[in-house]
C-alpha cells in the first residue's frame, strides 16, 4: 500500500476542527489526529504487509519549472496546517511505517514509482489518494482507493473494471481526457468548451490524445474549431499529469515492510500531541504494548470499532433485561437514543459498553411499565442532546431523570468554540471512527442509517471518552449546573409564552407602510426607484450618481453595510441615505414582528433553548431569536407588550440582575472604588464619573454619566482609545485621556485586565468563579489579527462566563423551589439577565421571594448581586 500523505492529511485538517485539536504547546494536531485515525482504518480494513507514506517536500518541481503556472491557482496553505507533517512524519516512523520524499518530485510520482515496482516484483498494490491522476496507474495488479471528503470510511475502489464503468475508457487513458479538459486545482487550463463527455468519446473513437491531434482536422463545430487552436494547452497539460515511474528513490517496495512500533516513542511523541483515545488504538491495531485504557474514573473504555448485535426487546424481556442490566452497569451507566419520525416517538435504543436494545414506539407511557418507570428512575443516563430526547419522550408521557451525560454539551465545554456538534463529528473526534451516516441528499441512500441501539452504543462511548479528558472545573459546571439545566430548559420551551397576536399583526401593518413610505421619499430625492435591498444599486446611487465618499472597499466593489453607510450619513449627510438607513430599521423590525406572529402556535410562542450556541456560556434563543428584541426603541417596547399573561394566570413577573458584568469585574478585580461603590448602593456609574472628572456626584452630567458608563463596559471588551472616541463621537485624544484618568482611579481594574489576558497566554485558557474553561490557542499564534482577537475575548470570557453561569444557577434554584413548594408559577423566558414567570392566582409574593433569594445568592461575591422585580399583564409593564 502506497499513500499520498499530503492528500489525506489535508482531508484530515478540512473534515476536523482546528480549535478542537490543540496542545498545551499551542501546537494545531487536527490533520495529524484525523490522519492517523483514518490510517488505523485502512491497517485494519485492507490489512498491508508493506506500507509507504509519500509526502511533498514543497510546491515547486520539475513541472513548476517548466509551467510556472502549475498550481498557481492554489490558496496559501493554512497557518494551522503548517508544522502538523513534520509531527506526522515522526508519529508514522515511530509506528513502524516507512516515509518518502524526494527533491524535485512530487507525492504522486513516488506513488507511481513504488506501484510500478511493486507490481513488477509480484505485489498486489493498493494506491490511496485523493488525487485523480492516479486513475492512470490502476492496472490488473494496482487498485487505487479513492476516499470521499471524509476520509478512508467512504473509499471507491478503482479497479480496471470500475475506471470503465465510471468513464467508459481504459485506466491509462485518463491522462489523455484530463488533458482536454483540463484540471482546475493543478491550474491546468483544457480546451475551451470540451467537457469530460466530449474527451471520452474523442479518446475513445481515436485511441489516445495522439489520436485525437493527429484528426483534429476530422472535428466539426465550435469545439473542433477550439481543439485546432488550442492543441498546445492539450499537449502541455498531458506533459504535466504524466506521473514518473522511475525515480531514484531510497527504498523499493520489498524494503516498506511494516516494522514493529517503537513503544517509548510512540508513547512520548503521543503524549505531547495529547492523543490518549489515538494511542490505545494505536497499540490496538499493532497488537502490541499496555494501551492506557483505563480513564480516569476507572471505566474501561471499549476501543474497537464493531457494535454489539442489536436485540429489539419489549414487555417482560425488557423489564428482564432493564433489571439485570441495572444491577451490573448502575455505576458506567447507559446511552440512550431516541428516534422521532414525523413528531412521533418511533424507537428508542438503550446501550452498555457491550450490550443494545432496540424498544419500538408505542402509543404511550401505558405500554412500557417498566421503561417508564426506568426513565424515572435514578439509573445513570447518557444521551445526545437529553434536552430534545427529553421533549420527545414526554409526548409519550415518559418523565426523565438521572441525566448523567449528554455528549453535545460535553462536547461544547471540552471545545467551547465548536457549538452544538452532531454525534457524527463527536465519534470522529474522541473515538477516531466514523458514525456510518446516509446521505440526506440521496433518495436511495448507500449508507444505511445506524440503528438506534447501536447509536446509544456510540453515544454512551462518546460521552465516556469526553468524562476522562474533561478538565475537573468544567466537570463541576458539566454535573451541578449544564445537566441540571437540561430538564428546566425542556420544560420552558414546552410551555411557551402567551402572545397577544393583534398587537404583532398592527404592529406589521404599520412598518410595513412606514417603510414604503420611507422607500417613496427615497425615490423623490434621487428622481426614480431603485431596490433598496440591492447593494450593487445602491454602490450605483451613492457612489456614482450622487458622489458621496466611497466606503471599505469590498470584493464587489464599497461597502452598504449599516456601520459603513451610518459613519457616511454622520460625516457627509444627506436626505436620500438618511431615508435609507430609516427605511432598513423599518425593515428589519417588521421582519423580527413577522418572524414572531408565523412562530405562535396555539396562541404561544415556543422557542428554543440553546445551551451551546456561544463560547461563553450564555443560553441563547432560537426558533424565534427572544434576545434580538430592541428593548430601548419605541417598536421594541411594543413588541415585548405582545408577551402577555394568558388565563388562569394572573400576571408576568419579570426579575433582571443589575449591573450584574460590573459587578462581576468589581468581585474579579478587587478594586476597592468599585466594591464601594456597589456595596454603599451609590449609583455605579456616578460614582466612576465623579472620581474620573475630579468633581462631586451631584456634578457629574448626563454626558460625563455616558462617557464613563461606555468606558465601563467598553474596557472589560478590549476597547481601544479609537473605538471609545467612534462610539462617544470625540476626538481619539479626549478618549485616551478618559482612559488614563479611568485607569489612575481605578488601577485594581486595569491590572486585572492586563493580567487576566497573560494568565491566559501562561494557561491557554480562560476560567470562570465556577471553574468554566475557555481555550484560546490563538493567544500564541503567529498571526497579528488571530492573536488580537483571542486577546479581546479572553479578556471579557471569564466576566461573561461567570454571569453565565450565575443566571443559571438561579434558574435552577428558582424551578427547585416552585417545584418543591409545589407551585403553580411557571419559568417561561431567559433573556440576558432576565427571567420571565407566569404567576398562578395567590403565589405572586411568595414568587417574588423565591427570586430575590435565589438570584441573590446565586454566587457570593464580594458585592451584592442587585436583582429588580416587576409585575404586569405583559412583558413591557412587568419590565422596569
Not at 404511550?364 to 447518557?382: C, I, M, N, R
Not at 404592529?507 to 414604503?516: D, F, V
Not at 427615497?522 to 446611487?541: C, D, R
Not at 458621496?548 to 452598504?560: L, N, Q, V
Amino acid at each position: 500500500m502506497v499513500i499520498d500523505g499530503h492528500s489525506l492529511a489535508f482531508r484530515a485538517f478540512y473534515a476536523l476542527p482546528v480549535d478542537s485539536f490543540v496542545n498545551r504547546d499551542g501546537q494545531h494536531t487536527n490533520a495529524i489526529h484525523g490522519f492517523i485515525s483514518m490510517l488505523l482504518m485502512l491497517l485494519q480494513r485492507e490489512k498491508p504487509t508493506h506500507l509507504a507514506v509519500a509526502f511533498d517536500i514543497s510546491r515547486f518541481s520539475f513541472r513548476t519549472r517548466e509551467y510556472a503556472e502549475y498550481k498557481g491557482t492554489r490558496s496559501e496553505t493554512p497557518a494551522e496546517f503548517k508544522g502538523q507533517i513534520p509531527l506526522l512524519q515522526q508519529a508514522l516512523e515511530a509506528m513502524g511505517i516507512t516515509t518518502v520524499t524526494k527533491e524535485d518530485y512530487e507525492a504522486d510520482d513516488i506513488l507511481a514509482t513504488l506501484s510500478s515496482q511493486g507490481a513488477e516484483q509480484g505485489f498486489q498494490v493498493y494506491v490511496v489518494s485523493g488525487d485523480r491522476d492516479a486513475i492512470q496507474l490502476v492496472n490488473d495488479d494496482v487498485t487505487l482507493l479513492y476516499p470521499s471528503v471524509r476520509g478512508v470510511s467512504e473509499l471507491t475502489r478503482y479497479d480496471r473494471d470500475k475506471v470503465y464503468e465510471r468513464y467508459g475508457i481504459e485506466p491509462h487513458q485518463y491522462p489523455d481526457v484530463a488533458a482536454l479538459v483540463g484540471e482546475t486545482s493543478d491550474n491546468l487550463i483544457g480546451v475551451d468548451k470540451v467537457g469530460e463527455k466530449t474527451a471520452v468519446k474523442w479518446v475513445t473513437q481515436y485511441g489516445s490524445l495522439e489520436g485525437v491531434l493527429e484528426h483534429a482536422d476530422e472535428i466539426k463545430g465550435v469545439v473542433g474549431n477550439n481543439l485546432r487552436e488550442q492543441q498546445d494547452r492539450a499537449v502541455r497539460n498531458r506533459r504535466l499529469n504524466r506521473l514518473v515511474t522511475d525515480v531514484e528513490l531510497p527504498v523499493g517496495p520489498a524494503d516498506v515492510a511494516l516494522r514493529p512500533l517503537d513503544e517509548a516513542a510512540v508513547r512520548e511523541l503521543f503524549a505531547t500531541l495529547q492523543f490518549r483515545t489515538l494511542l490505545d488504538r494505536v497499540f490496538k491495531v499493532a497488537g502490541t504494548g499496555e494501551p492506557s485504557e483505563q480513564t480516569t474514573d476507572g471505566v474501561v473504555e471499549d476501543t474497537g470499532i464493531t457494535p454489539p448485535p442489536v436485540k429489539t426487546l419489549i414487555d417482560e424481556e425488557l423489564g428482564y433485561w432493564l433489571e439485570r442490566k441495572t444491577a451490573a452497569d448502575s455505576e458506567n451507566g447507559y446511552g440512550v437514543a431516541v428516534e422521532v419520525i414525523d413528531g412521533r416517538l418511533s424507537a428508542i435504543g438503550i446501550a452498555t459498553h457491550d450490550d443494545a436494545v432496540l424498544v419500538p414506539g408505542g402509543s404511550g407511557a401505558q405500554d412500557y411499565e417498566q421503561l417508564t418507570a426506568w426513565f424515572a428512575s435514578d439509573a445513570p443516563k447518557h444521551f445526545h442532546d437529553a434536552k430534545a430526547a427529553i421533549k420527545a419522550l414526554g409526548t409519550a408521557g415518559i418523565a426523565v431523570n438521572g441525566v448523567a451525560g449528554d455528549a453535545r454539551i460535553m462536547g461544547w465545554l471540552a471545545n467551547p468554540g465548536k457549538q452544538g456538534q452532531p454525534l457524527t463529528d463527536l465519534v470522529y473526534q474522541e473515538l477516531g471512527e466514523e458514525l456510518p451516516t446516509a446521505d440526506p441528499n440521496q433518495l436511495v441512500p448507500e449508507t444505511a442509517p445506524v440503528n438506534v441501539g447501536v447509536h446509544a452504543w456510540y453515544v454512551l462511548r462518546v460521552t465516556t471518552a469526553l468524562r476522562a479528558r474533561i478538565d475537573p472545573g468544567s466537570l463541576g459546571v458539566l454535573d451541578d449546573i449544564e445537566l441540571p439545566l437540561v430538564s428546566v430548559l425542556a420544560q420552558m420551551e414546552t410551555t411557551g409564552v402567551g402572545i397577544d397576536r393583534p398587537v404583532l399583526t398592527g404592529l406589521s401593518k404599520e412598518l410595513g407602510e412606514r417603510a414604503a413610505d420611507l422607500a417613496q421619499q427615497a425615490f423623490t430625492e434621487i428622481g426614480h426607484e431603485v431596490n433598496l435591498g440591492s447593494p450593487k444599486q445602491l454602490q450605483e446611487v451613492l457612489f456614482t450618481e450622487l458622489a458621496m465618499p466611497k466606503t471599505r472597499k469590498t470584493k464587489t466593489g464599497f461597502s452598504t453595510d449599516a456601520a459603513s453607510l451610518t459613519d457616511l450619513q454622520e460625516q457627509y449627510p444627506h436626505p436620500f441615505l438618511g431615508l435609507l438607513l430609516q427605511h432598513r430599521d423599518a425593515t428589519k423590525l417588521r421582519q423580527i414582528v413577522d418572524t414572531l406572529d408565523a412562530a405562535v402556535v396555539d396562541g404561544r410562542i415556543h422557542t428554543r433553548y440553546e445551551q451551546t450556541g456561544t463560547s461563553t456560556g450564555r443560553v441563547s434563543s432560537t426558533d424565534p431569536n427572544l434576545q434580538n428584541i430592541p428593548v430601548k426603541t419605541a417598536v421594541g417596547r411594543r413588541i415585548r407588550s405582545a408577551f402577555a399573561v394568558a388565563e388562569p394566570y394572573t400576571t408576568l413577573l419579570t426579575a433582571d440582575y443589575s449591573q450584574i458584568e460590573m459587578r462581576i469585574m468589581a468581585h474579579l478585580s478587587g478594586d476597592p472604588g468599585l466594591v464601594q461603590a456597589f456595596n454603599e448602593g451609590e449609583d455605579l456609574h456616578r460614582f466612576v464619573g465623579a472620581r474620573v472628572f475630579g468633581v462631586e456626584p451631584a456634578d457629574v452630567s448626563p454626558e460625563m454619566r455616558t462617557k464613563v458608563k461606555a468606558m465601563s463596559y467598553g474596557l472589560a471588551y478590549g476597547l481601544s482609545a479609537f473605538g471609545l472616541s467612534k462610539q462617544l463621537r470625540i476626538e481619539q485624544s479626549e478618549a485616551r485621556t478618559l482612559m488614563t484618568e479611568y485607569f489612575a482611579r481605578f488601577g485594581a481594574v486595569r491590572d486585572y485586565l492586563r493580567n487576566v489576558v497573560e494568565q491566559a497566554r501562561e494557561d491557554g485558557y480562560t476560567e470562570t468563579i465556577f471553574g468554566r474553561r475557555r481555550p484560546f490557542p490563538d493567544l500564541k499564534s503567529p498571526n497579528r489579527v488571530l492573536r488580537e482577537n483571542a486577546e479581546r475575548a479572553a479578556l471579557n470570557a471569564p466576566i461573561q462566563g461567570s454571569a453565565a453561569d450565575i443566571m443559571k444557577i438561579a434558574m435552577l434554584g428558582v424551578a427547585s423551589d416552585l417545584r418543591d413548594g409545589e407551585l403553580g408559577t411557571r419559568l417561561l423566558l431567559q433573556v440576558h439577565d432576565e427571567l420571565i414567570l407566569e404567576v398562578a392566582p395567590g403565589e405572586q409574593e411568595r414568587v417574588e421571594e423565591i427570586l430575590r433569594a435565589r438570584m441573590g445568592s446565586a454566587a457570593d461575591l464580594t458585592v451584592p448581586l442587585d436583582v429588580q422585580v416587576g409585575t404586569g399583564a405583559n412583558w413591557e409593564v412587568a419590565a422596569h
